[in-house]
């Protein structure tokens, strides 16, 4: 089998300008798991990148990806073991970029940074990176739409945002 690759999963219809993307981690290995937001359909790979980076405990990261050359924005956030089944998302509201982090109970907010490149619509995407040899999974109900009420998600239980046109794979 190889000993790196890469798989993930995009939407062709744009969503916001803001919207927000999340995803289930289907297992944990030494890997890259991260949701795209505001990515430009007009193929030169733009918009912001809300994630994940180590094994069980690892960095959360926020970055803006032009035409394919990444620029971190913020620091990275050390404070996190997940598990399988946890899950990580990010939205952006206005200039704002945040990323969440899901432990089965609570949503619990990762990183807050801002950056104005990107303002308009975009479409949704979440890709796994893995740097050892793959094991199983990867992501797993990746799903996302345009936000339209900021605040606690639809049980109460954390900083989500509810979103008009909610997309996702059951």
Known sequence: ?????????????????????????????????????????????????????????????VYRFDNQAYTQIGADVN??????????????IGSALKSYYYNGTSWTQKNSETDTTYAGTGTLAYMVYVTATPTAGGGDDFSGGTVVVAGAD???GGPRTFFASPVGFP
């Open 154 to 156: 639809a049980d109460g």
């Open 1 to 61: 089998s190889a000993t790196t690759g890469d798989n993930g999963s995009n939407y062709n219809t744009s969503f916001g300008p803001d919207s927000e993307a999340f995803v289930t981690l289907a297992a944990i290995r030494d890997s890259y798991v991260f949701v795209m937001t505001r990515v430009s359909a007009a193929g030169s790979a733009d918009g912001y990148i809300h994630g994940f980076r180590g094994g069980s405990a690892g960095d959360f990261f």
């Open 79 to 92: 404070t996190t073991t997940l598990s399988a089944g946890d899950k990580i998302g990010g939205d952006i």
